[in-house]
Nanobody, 122 residues
């Protein structure tokens, strides 16, 4: 019943933009913090951003602060990740996950989507 589904991943050129969506079903998304994670080929999972239940935004690392934006639309039960000025190193599988609150511990996220692939290439 509880499910998160990501969409919006695509092949995009450097400098381009994408908007990823994380849609929740089976539960009310506004009661949860939603984090975005990414995993590049051969690399470990990295937390990128999180939006709290009070709409605070948490950024993990400085590289995305001026390029990525996280937002919530409770009416649509959806969290978005707007990615601008994409770089080659942004290439990864992006996943959203739900937790009681934003956390640096991956174990605190109890619900995970399957991921959507973002590939930045010429």
């Amino acid at each position: 019943q509880l499910q998160l589904v990501e969409s919006g991943g695509a092949l995009v050129q450097p400098g381009g933009s994408l908007r990823l969506s994380c849609i929740a079903s089976g539960f009310t998304l506004n009661y949860y913090a939603i984090g975005w994670f990414r995993q590049a080929p051969g690399k470990g999972r990295e937390e990128v951003l999180c939006i709290s239940t009070s709409d605070d935004k948490r950024y993990y690392g400085d590289s995305v602060k001026r390029r990525f934006t996280i937002s919530r639309d409770n009416a649509k039960n959806t969290v978005y990740l707007q990615m601008n000025s994409l770089k080659l190193e942004d290439t990864a599988a992006y996943s959203c996950a739900a937790a009681r609150e934003c956390s640096v511990e991956v174990y605190d996220y109890g619900y995970w989507g399957q991921g959507t692939q973002v590939t930045v290439s010429e």
